[in-house]
């Protein structure tokens, strides 16, 4: 059950930056952790020291220097 969650939190997050994908602003996981929460944690498929991290302001992509990189802005808060 876990494995099925984590490979759909996986396809949620790479259908998200496929279709919404951009070069975005770069700031500290601190400083994201203090300005959101995350929804949904996700490996990266090639490199499993990236993290891809949905938040309610688009997917960051966390690299192990502790720098996160807007790689979508596409959110839901339009569907609220």
Request: overall charge positive.
């Amino acid at each position: 059950m876990k494995r099925s969650r984590r490979y759909l939190t996986l396809l949620f997050l790479l259908l998200v930056f496929a279709l919404a994908a951009q070069a975005g602003e770069r700031i500290t996981l601190t400083e994201l952790r203090a300005n959101t929460h995350i929804h949904g944690i996700a490996v990266h498929p090639k490199d499993s020291k990236q993290l891809y991290l949905a938040t309610h302001h688009g997917v960051f992509l966390v690299s192990p220097d502790g720098w996160a990189t807007r790689v979508s802005s596409n959110s839901n808060e339009e569907n609220r």
